[in-house]
């Protein structure tokens, strides 16, 4: 192939310290939707383990030492330009190669090249200039990128929350791969590429410990299989299956990707709703148990919200495991399962089983004042959602005093936010003890003046015995009114 653009032999190393990366187009209006690289000091990126990679024996370093000038500054013409096809194809081949992972120079001109890819598919569009062999290309460079080994997960990630291992992108360019791979499919969902063998090839990569790969994929599996409702169950039940084994052998992003799809299969219809249903509803008491609950909790809470409102059984169940299997000992946990408490009490159902819910609201009382800041923030958060307000004051109003007490405790707190969070909860506490005080006077004003009740009712109808009336009505009132009994017209 023609080198495009100069002499790729001649190789120039920009990639020095305190080196600031310019990419040319990337303040235009389309480059807000592909994120903009701006690098100072390469050198300061910490390197990650190296991975063998045993079908790529090919290594970037091999055919490049740094990109050069022009590589950066320079983008992919447009596809009227001759040299169009020869650019793109070029920097798909670049994309393609396997990077030395101890070097950061290779990392950051893999990850400028793919922006460029990606920003060139977004800004043109893919129309009639992308003929069968860029398309090949595209799908080499998908492959090439995203199969690759996953690591194993290990406990002592987890337990180092220093590490990042759960959020941290696993590799930058990763980002810019993923968009081109849901253009591509999303514009060419018959290619013969796109097979039910490289679908069934990416679910391995649902334990990847990048948040955005995981989102990425959950996407991508759940609109292959939701338009393929042939292979959808099996597919479903294969999820199920994860998070059967991730209590025997830990895989919290795995569980996470997999409650994502179910989440987003729910969503798509009502008969995969129920499908999903079945699978999901044995296994919600067992995750609420699971010590990495705080990793899948959004996707989690997500699914709850939408499975829920079909079972009312299901979300007393839910309020009583959580009670039940409350981490005392676990500040860390509480958080998420308050989060879980939100997502069953906004299940919209009438809440009759006053029991669980006054369990539910002395626990989130006893929260309020509890020596760990985040905890009783949520918890205070909590009670200020009307929903939740409304279930308190129709079912448990009389366990609202007991609560504000816990409340004004939090307001001698040493955190700031949280003091001001317990003023607004202690807030709207107030207005439901003063409607049930109003409720109380006026049972009182209605019952004192049952003497101008008895002389209307005497007025209106000349047959009343009034006496006997009136005696009657102070046997029911106490004998501290015997006296007005006697009261004549």
Known sequence: MKAPHG???????????????RLGRTESAVSSRVPPISVENPHKMSPKKPHVYHSYPILMHQIYDGLPEHEQQNQIPKPN?????????????LGCQVFSDMDPNQRLAKRIVLHQVAECIITLGIGPFI????TSKVYEMIYVNIKRPVPKFELNQFLNSDSGCFSVPEWEHLEFVYTIFQIFY????????????????LIPLISSRDTLERDRLAIILSTYYINNPILLHGFALKLAKIIENHFITPDPCAVYTALTIFSNIIA???????????LCNNLCIQLIQNQYLSIFISPFSNLLKMILPLSETLTLILLNGIVKYWPVSDPAKQVPMIKLIIAALFSNHSMNDGVILKKVFLLLGELCDTEFFKVADQACKCLQEEVILGLL?????????????????????WYAPL??????????LCQICQERRSDDIGLNVRTSNWVSIARTAAKNDKCINLTKKLGEMSQLFGPS?????????
């Open 481 to 489: 009114n015997n006296s007005n009994s006697q009261e004549t017209f």
């Open 81 to 93: 330009n001759p040299e169009f096809k020869n650019i793109f194809l070029h920097k798909l081949n």
């Open 419 to 428: 003091r001001e969070t317990a003023q607004v909860t202690l807030r709207v």
């Open 7 to 21: 002499n790729y032999a001649h190789h120039i190393n920009l990639f020095k310290p305190h080196t600031k990366i």
């Open 186 to 201: 999303k514009t060419f969902p018959k290619l013969e590429f796109w097979t039910t063998q490289f679908f069934e090839s």
């Open 268 to 278: 798509s219809s009502i008969e995969n709703r129920n499908m999903a249903f079945n």
């Open 131 to 134: 003929d069968s062999e860029m």
């Open 393 to 413: 004051s129709n079912n448990c109003r009389e366990i609202v005093p007991y609560i504000m007490t816990h409340v004004r405790s939090s307001l001698k707190h």
